[in-house]
């Protein structure tokens, strides 16, 4: 206990006594006026003082004891302070010792643990790597085999259409040839048979006399009346 | 129509012609009306053969010409009549090939004239692609009966003539 409120706690009793006392000196002596008898009144002040010494001696004998007790009391009080005091920075440093243990062996167990999981880590990725390298090897040899299936086809088709189409070129081809003959004989007659024609114009307008060229327009005369061209009038 | 204009285009068979035998005729009279009017007419006509020399053909026709009173109301009404010869005759056109002398001229004109009508003129013209032959315009009709045409028929017959040989 605090030694102020040892103190604190006398006072108060001690103060309580002494009011407790006066008041009761007052009684007293308020008693003793209404009586007005003197030796009732001398025995009764006399026991009133008595009662008032032994009240003050036992209150002080209180306080005396109250201090003592306080003083014991902090006196123990400290005792047990600094007991605590040593008992607590013992246990601190105890403490504080084990949690800097604690964390070393956190630190190196996380270490090792992080050491492990990227090992780990490491092997399944390793692993899913090769995996999927294996799985991409794969892949590229279907798609390898299908776009070489996919191109010869292809190709096949191509080639099949390419020989299509050149057969029916050709056959274009020779059909064109074919007509291109016949036009070309054709017009080969024809300007052959336009040459004669040219020429026996030539040879009759130029080689033939004038009386000739007379008796010819008078042939043409003659047939344009046949077929009713000219009329006489 | 007077008997000296019937002679004067008896043997005219062309408008050309006609036209040229009027242009003629108008510069004789002008000749003898205008040139030297103080002169007899028998002296005008003789000074007018001196001036001028024609064809033998033309000669004649002139000669012709003058054969009628020598009024200038006659030899001007002669012409009138020529004129108007010129304006009404019917005429038919033939294109043929060559250029023709007088005379082939004068065979065409006279089969015209007797086998169509004896007024009708003939005008030529030339296109040497009809070879022989002649063409006829007839009232804005055009009739080839050329000897090119009748080649040009004939065509396919020649060509397979030459089809034949070769």
């Given at each position: 206990m605090d030694i102020v409120l040892v103190f604190l706690i006398g006072f108060i009793i001690i103060t309580c006594i002494v009011i407790i006392s006066i008041i009761v000196s007052v009684y007293v002596d308020h008693l003793g006026s209404i009586r007005q008898s003197g030796k009732l009144a001398g025995e009764q002040a006399q026991a009133s003082y008595t009662i008032i010494r032994r009240a003050m001696k036992q209150a002080h004998a209180m306080i005396v004891r109250a201090e003592l007790t306080g003083i014991q009391t902090v006196a123990k009080k400290k005792i047990q302070a600094d007991a605590f005091e040593e008992t607590f920075e013992k246990e601190l440093t105890k403490l504080l010792g084990t949690a800097l243990h604690n964390v070393e062996y956190a630190n190196a167990s996380l270490t090792k643990g992080y050491q492990e999981y990227l090992l780990q880590a490491r092997k399944c990725f390793e692993s899913e790597i090769l995996e999927h390298r294996h799985r991409l090897a794969q892949s590229f040899e279907l798609v390898e085999e299908t776009t070489v299936k996919t191109y010869r086809d292809f190709f096949e088709e191509q080639k099949k259409l390419v020989s299509e189409e050149l057969s029916a070129q050709m056959k274009k081809t020779e059909e064109r040839i074919e007509d291109h003959r016949k036009k070309r004989e054709y017009l080969q007659d024809n300007v052959l048979a336009d040459l004669v024609v040219r020429t026996a114009k030539l040879v009759i307008k130029d080689g033939v006399s004038m009386e000739s060229h007379a008796k010819l327009i008078i042939d043409s005369l003659e047939e344009a009346r046949k077929q009713g061209v000219l009329k006489p009038d | 129509m007077s008997q000296l204009t019937d002679s004067l285009i008896s043997d005219i068979y062309t408008h050309e012609e006609l036209t040229r035998r009027i242009a003629l005729a108008r510069g004789v009279c002008e000749y003898l009306f205008f040139k030297e009017p103080g002169l007899a007419i028998e002296d005008r006509i003789a000074n007018y053969f001196k001036t001028y020399e024609h064809e033998e053909q033309d000669q004649a026709w002139i000669e012709k010409f003058l054969q009628?009173?020598?009024?200038h109301e006659s030899f001007f009404g002669t012409i009138g009549e020529l004129e108007q010869i010129e304006k009404k005759s019917p005429t038919i056109v033939l294109h043929i090939a060559v250029i023709l002398p007088a005379l082939e001229i004068s065979m065409i004109g006279n089969w015209v004239k007797k086998n169509i009508n004896q007024q009708t003129l003939i005008r030529f013209t030339y296109n040497p692609a009809l070879a022989g032959g002649c063409a006829i315009s007839l009232n804005g009709i055009y009739h080839d009966f050329s000897v090119g045409n009748r080649l040009y028929q004939q065509q396919e017959k020649i060509l397979n003539s030459i089809r034949t040989i070769v």
């Open positions: - | 009628q009173p020598h009024t």
